[in-house]
């Protein structure tokens, strides 16, 4: 079974700097897509970015990249010039590719708190 | 609207009581997945469904979860007997197989507390 890991419960970033937000995951796949969600205090599960294991390029999505380490299994996720929307949770997720089964269900971290400072 | 609906949205229960929580997927989403998030904690996943067919249980804690689609579109999840650790935040969330991603839209989820 596939297991994600987010080693920051919570980490805080002055406003228009950068932060480093970190996920590892445990898989014996080979072909996988790995996500980052925000969680605002609404609540809701945002998408942010997405990475497609078999793509060596890492994700950006304007402020936000990740720096994806297939064989360190590592992913993690930079916001550059943070905002004071950015604060919220983050969780890393992993899915399978693997269509066979077509459960495309998603394994989550247990999450960072990011927090803002104007 | 067009995204995933959930309801109700907050939900306070006796301890021992049933209660069904509604999704409305998206329409024409062919899959439907339910997840628990407890407090301080990531989703976790319950059960999905193609169309009418529950594909995969795995997830659901106890035999006092259930769910269900009949018609291949809204689903109902039930918990019978409800019990103080079955209160969490209740996600359903919806995917089209059409597009390479299968991407997964989130309802705004169910609060469900049992006192």
């Known amino acids: 079974a596939q297991t994600v890991t987010q080693s920051q419960p919570e980490m805080s970033v002055q406003e228009a700097e950068t932060v480093t937000l970190s996920c590892t995951y445990d898989?014996?796949?080979?072909?996988?897509?790995l996500f980052w969600y925000k969680q605002p205090p609404s609540r809701q599960m945002i998408l942010v970015i997405r990475q497609e294991a078999y793509k060596q390029q890492n994700a950006t999505e304007n402020r936000f990249s990740v720096n994806f380490q297939k064989a360190a299994k590592s992913f993690s996720l930079k916001i550059s010039d943070s905002q004071l929307g950015d604060a919220a949770m983050y969780f890393c997720?992993?899915?399978?590719?693997?269509?066979?089964?077509?459960?495309?269900?998603?394994?989550f971290g247990k999450g960072t708190l990011l927090t803002v400072n104007p | 609207g067009a995204g995933v609906s959930q309801s109700p949205r907050y939900k306070v229960t006796k301890r021992g009581q049933d209660v069904a929580l509604r999704c409305d997927p998206i329409?024409?989403?062919?899959?439907l997945y339910w997840y628990r998030q407890a407090l301080g904690q990531g989703p976790e996943f319950l059960t999905y469904?193609?169309?009418?067919?529950?594909?995969?249980k795995s997830g659901l804690p106890n035999d006092r979860f259930s769910a269900e689609r009949p018609e291949g579109s809204i689903s109902t999840l039930t918990i019978q007997r409800t019990e103080q650790r079955d209160s969490a935040m209740y996600r359903c969330?919806?995917?089209?197989?059409?597009?390479?991603?299968?991407?997964?839209?989130f309802g705004p989820g169910t609060r469900l507390t049992v006192t």
């Open positions: 997720a992993y899915r399978s590719a693997d269509s066979g089964g077509s459960n495309y269900k998603l394994t």
């Open positions: 969330a919806s995917s089209s197989w059409t597009g390479l991603h299968f991407e997964q839209y």
């Open positions: 469904f193609n169309y009418e067919a529950q594909q995969d």
């Open positions: 329409s024409g989403h062919v899959s």
């Open positions: 898989t014996s796949e080979s072909d996988y897509y």
